[in-house]
T-cell receptor, first 111, second 114 residues
């Protein structure tokens, strides 16, 4: 029962272009959403988050968009850099601290 | 970076043997978590702790037990390891749990059960 889904296992983008990573969820009780970035042999590192009361949150090159009616969120990276190449996990949490993760999307940014 | 260490970082063991993984934090955070990461599943919560001696089950708790006798240490035990428990295990910590709280992860332990 995967309540958070990242349907694209991989994404390849040219350096300088926009990367768009997508995430869908099924549980309407989720009210806080996070993106984590993971390099090989390291733990996930927190990237950006958004509360359900907002539809957009921006931090430098990273912007997360939330569409509650569609139960969909996306992470935009502009401009993409080779150092952004990593696995990105979407996570969603309800108020009982039950956090669920997607399976991840491997982003490759080509120079 | 949050001060989280995990030991061992790599372990190979045989089916049926007990295994204990340790998570140590220097941030004095109240909440600690154990996750496993498997291809196609992302991270799944095994157990978590909301204080010393206070623990609760997560999504995939069968076959695992935990203990927290000090704020800084959270132990994950596989009483009798099985091949299905071959995985990468991550510890995480957070200050308050829930709400807009953020979890910070350790470097992981790669466990192979033969």
């Amino acid at each position: 029962d995967q309540q958070v889904k990242q349907n694209s296992p991989s994404l390849s983008v040219q350096e300088g272009r926009i990367s768009i990573l997508n995430c869908d969820y099924t549980n309407s009780m989720f009210d806080y959403f996070l993106w984590y970035k993971k390099y090989p042999a390291e733990g996930p590192t927190f990237l950006i988050s958004i509360s359900s009361i907002k539809d957009k949150n921006e931090d430098g090159r990273f912007t997360v968009f939330l569409n509650k009616s569609a139960k969909h969120l996306s992470l935009h990276i502009v401009p993409s850099q080779p150092g952004d190449s990593a696995v990105y996990f979407c996570a969603a949490r309800s108020n009982n601290n039950d956090m669920r993760f997607g399976a991840g999307t491997r982003l490759t940014v080509k120079p | 970076d949050a001060g989280i260490t995990q030991s061992p970082r790599h372990k190979v063991t045989e089916t049926g043997t007990p295994v204990t993984l340790r998570c140590h934090q220097t941030e004095n955070h109240r909440y600690m978590y154990w996750y496993r990461q498997d291809p196609g599943h992302g991270l799944r919560l095994i157990h978590y702790s909301y204080g010393v001696k206070d623990t609760d089950k997560g999504e995939v708790s069968d076959g695992y037990s935990v203990s927290r006798s000090k704020t800084e240490d959270f132990l994950l035990t596989l009483e009798s390891a099985t091949s299905s428990q071959t995985s990468v295990y991550f510890c995480a910590i957070s200050e308050v749990g829930g709400g807009t709280d953020t979890q910070y992860f350790g470097p992981g332990t790669r466990l192979t059960v033969l």
